[in-house]
């Protein structure tokens, strides 16, 4: 076993990576839960973003363009979803779940000429004077552009949430929709909005993935991300700030296993890799304590009766 | 312009009838999918439902229905008590493969010593496993009140980690050269889930499954038990006032799941699979949502749609040889099953009516 070996700036500078993608669709599915809908097809969603993004970076070479259609890959998804639960009033759980089994299949599906190649690289942020500073430099100053996208992302939305006019429409739905709709706001058409966007951000963070974080294509590669997402939304007590805390939380529990495993400690490499799985079961003990916080037409069908 | 009203009562018409519908919108769906991949879509969906049972080598296929049905109905049997209460386990997946741990690992305990009730107790410990993989969720919720979805999915992967650690590690095969994976319980008798009627693909766990079929039925028709879980679900505020024990229901409902996947488990490694292995689980305790749909929730239908189920793999692995139909288009085929079902089912509680603009 030999600790020495994990440098603490390669450490903080690979949470922040890690970290992106939960972040990025936990975002998103943080928009969808605050307008009263549960969309439990993240990993759906996301897993089609991965492949999305890696096939158009692969075949046009172009990253950026990679991630403009996972976003849109994503938001097809969700407006499936969307479909299903604003216009056909089925069950949210229940599609949620379909549009996750379908995802996985849709994606491996598409994936198949697309396995063990690499994908083009995306450029990272090369600031002359900052990105030379000592440790900051490494940790803050060197990222892709889509580290510091998410970031931007998470403020935008926390803002929008707390000072704007559409902020307050989306958080009134969430909370009483019927009450909502007597006042004359549109209520499936938020819903649709905010579902759209959870799908897109989804489908950013999976590309992310596939692009930057591992990156090659594998089947299921998101594995349970999606799933670690939702559990950050429960979390983060549906708070945008919040998120960026539990992010970056399992983030670190998961550069540190990968680290650990390196490094060659005497725990088996089944139990580290347990551990991102468990410590969510245990944050979200600790947090479902706090019910309160939770919309209050979290998953509950609208249907405005003439 | 369309307009939705809301039925008084869900339509039973509509109830019985929007499976089928869903099963033959997702054919043509599927077979526009097919035509798109550059096969005869005809073709494919015939390979995929037909042949398996009418086909030239359907002798051999037909017993292949039963031993894939029977965890698919199973797994589906227990989710549905628990998704009709609105408690929702979709970790069926972990306890199937817990099931089998435990199981496989009471009967790899006798090798090699031949003993009648070596059998019987690793259907216990199959059943013990699952449960107490699902008693996690649900003491959790009842205790805590965490959220069950995520805490039973989130032990998917972790099952999947110790599935990985036992068959590398604990239990291994010691004669097995290094290579992972259990000795085969195919060839330990008194540990073989073998066949009850040669020939049929009749083991024990399709016996286990028509058993749960029917105390299922039992179960939410004649008993009070029963009663509650479908009251929970329908009405759960007048449930609360009939003085339903809500922790009690969580406790059931998840802890009959769980050890129902976990004998799925268990059948499965000492029967069609033989043996604890990395890649054991296949995907049945996620199919087995898909079933449980399908099948109203009802165990008859239960019973059917995982028949059904049962056919789109093996027709599925025959398109996969035969016409080179991917893997993965099966997997979307049975996902997009699921989407219409739910699209479909709107016309069960509500009536779709023609409205012009001015009514009068």
Redesign the interface.
């Known amino acids: 076993m030999d600790l020495s070996s994990i440098n603490p700036a390669l450490l903080l500078a690979s949470l922040l990576v890690a970290a992106t993608p939960i972040l990025l669709a936990a975002i998103g599915e943080l928009v969808v839960e605050r307008s009263g809908v549960l969309n ?1 097809g993240v990993e759906g969603m996301m897993i089609t973003g991965a492949i999305c993004g890696f096939a158009v970076s692969v075949e046009t070479g172009s990253p950026a363009l990679g991630f403009l259609l996972a976003a849109l890959g994503g938001a097809v998804l969700a407006l ?1 979803f969307a ?2 639960t604003q216009f ?4 949210q ?3 949620g ?2 549009l996750t ?6 994606s ?2 598409m994936g ?1 000429g697309y396995v063990g190649i690499k994908p083009p690289p995306t450029p990272k942020l090369d600031i002359p004077v900052l990105s030379d500073l000592p440790f900051i430099g490494r940790v803050v100053f060197s990222h892709d552009l889509m580290v510091y996208f998410a970031l931007a992302l998470v403020a935008a939305v926390w803002a929008t949430l707390k000072y704007t006019r559409v902020g307050l429409i989306l958080r009134a739905v969430g909370e009483n929709h019927d009450a909502a709709h007597a006042l004359g706001y549109k209520v499936v058409r938020v819903r649709l909005m905010a579902i759209l966007f959870g799908g897109a951000c989804a489908g950013l963070g999976g590309a992310y993935i596939s692009l930057v974080r591992v990156p090659q294509w594998t ?1 299921g590669m998101t ?2 991300a999606g ?2 997402a ?2 950050l939304v ?1 979390f983060a007590s549906w708070k945008a700030g919040r998120v960026l805390l539990g992010a970056w939380l399992f983030g670190g529990v998961t550069v540190l296993q990968l680290n650990l495993q390196a490094a060659g400690v005497a725990i ?1 490499v ?2 580290l ?2 551990s991102p ?2 410590i ?2 245990v944050v ?2 600790i947090m ?2 706090d ?1 309160s916080r939770a919309p209050a037409s979290l998953g509950r069908v609208f ?1 405005a ?1 003439s | 312009m369309l307009k ?1 009203e ?1 039925r008084p009562q869900p339509s039973r018409l509509w109830t019985y009838l929007t499976p089928v519908v869903a099963v033959v919108i997702t054919m043509i769906a599927g077979g526009a999918l097919f035509a798109l991949l550059g096969k005869n879509p005809v073709e494919a969906i015939g390979t995929i439902f037909w042949e398996p049972l009418f086909g030239e080598f359907a002798f051999y296929y037909r017993p292949q229905l039963l031993v894939k049905g029977a965890p698919l109905i199973l797994i589906a049997i227990g989710l549905s008590l628990g998704f009709r209460a609105g408690i ?1 386990n ?1 970790g069926a997946e972990g306890q199937y493969i817990i099931g089998a741990l435990t199981g496989a690992g009471v009967g790899l305990a006798f090798y090699p010593m031949e003993a009648w009730f070596i059998f019987p107790l690793m259907v216990i410990a199959g059943a013990l496993g699952g449960w107490a993989w699902a008693m ?1 969720p649900a003491l ?1 919720k009842v205790r ?4 069950e ?3 039973s ?6 099952a999947e ?2 599935l ?2 036992m068959s ?2 604990l239990l291994r095969n010691p004669e097995g050269h290094g290579f992972p994976g259990s000795r085969n319980l195919q060839q330990y008798e008194s540990a073989h889930n073998a066949e009850v009627i040669a020939g049929t693909g009749m083991h024990w766990g399709v016996l286990a499954a028509f058993l749960a079929v029917i105390l299922a039925y039992v179960l939410l028709n004649r008993h009070i038990l029963g009663y509650h879980i479908r009251l929970t679900g329908e009405a759960p505020r007048a449930a609360r006032f009939a003085g339903v024990n809500p922790a009690r229901l969580i406790l059931f409902c998840l802890g009959t799941a769980g050890a129902l996947a976990g004998m799925a488990g268990m059948f499965e490694v000492s029967g069609p699979s033989g043996q604890v292995s990395i890649d054991f689980n296949v995907g049945y305790g ?1 199919t087995a ?2 079933v449980a ?1 399908l099948g109203r929730l009802h165990p008859i239908g239960i019973l059917f749609a995982g028949l059904l189920m049962a056919l789109t793999y093996i027709g599925g692995e025959i398109a996969q040889s035969n016409l080179g139909l ?11 099953l ?2 219409f079902l ?2 479909v ?2 016309l069960t ?2 009536r779709i009516r023609i409205k012009t603009a001015e009514a009068a």
């Open positions: 439990l499936l479909l299903l056909a009033l089925a069950n759980v229940a599609s779940l379909a089994l379908f995802g996985l299949g849709l491996s599906l198949q089947e594995a349970g799933w670690i939702l559990a429960v088996p089944e139990y890799s347990m799985y468990l969510t079961i979200l003990v479902s304590a019910k249907h009766s | 939705l809301k929702w979709i996690i959790l805590f009140g965490t959220n979805i995520l805490v999915l989130m032990l998917v992967y972790v980690q110790l990985a650690k590398l590690g996620f949502i898909i749909f991917p893997a993965a288009a099966i997997q979307m085929f049975q996902g997009m699921l989407f739910l699209a089912d709107l509680n509500f």
